[in-house]
């Protein structure tokens, strides 16, 4: 061999390298620590978002078992009220007719 030329074994070869790589290695790691950072600033507003979205659904939900309640409630008040109004009907019809046998007896006998 040359006496120009460096001779190195494997391992210290290795440990050249190794010593070149904290700053590619650094650079990388400040890269995915701040990739990381955006991911959980993200992660975050999205569970935030989702939060919101489950108690806007909650309140929804709730007001629509609310309003079918409702619902049903002034089905039964419109029902109630066919019924009322079907029996008065009835009843003015009744209090009507003897006024007509009434007025058809004094038709009939003048």
Do not use: C
Not at 10 to 15: M, S, V
Not at 21 to 33: E, F, I, Y
Not at 44 to 50: C, H, P, S, T
């Amino acid at each position: 061999m040359d006496g120009g030329e460096v001779n190195l074994h494997p391992t210290q070869l290795g440990l050249r390298l190794a010593t070149s790589l904290p700053t590619a290695s650094q650079s990388q790691a400040k890269k995915l620590n701040a990739f990381q950072a955006t991911v959980n600033e993200k992660l975050k507003y999205l569970e935030e978002a989702l939060a919101e979205e489950t108690k806007r659904r909650e309140a929804v939900e709730q007001q629509a078992a609310e309003n079918a309640k409702r619902r049903k409630e002034l089905e039964a008040a419109i029902e109630e009220n066919q019924r009322s109004q079907e029996w008065f009907q009835q009843l003015l019809e009744e209090s009507e007719e003897p006024a007509r046998h009434s007025n058809r007896a004094v038709a009939l006998s003048s």
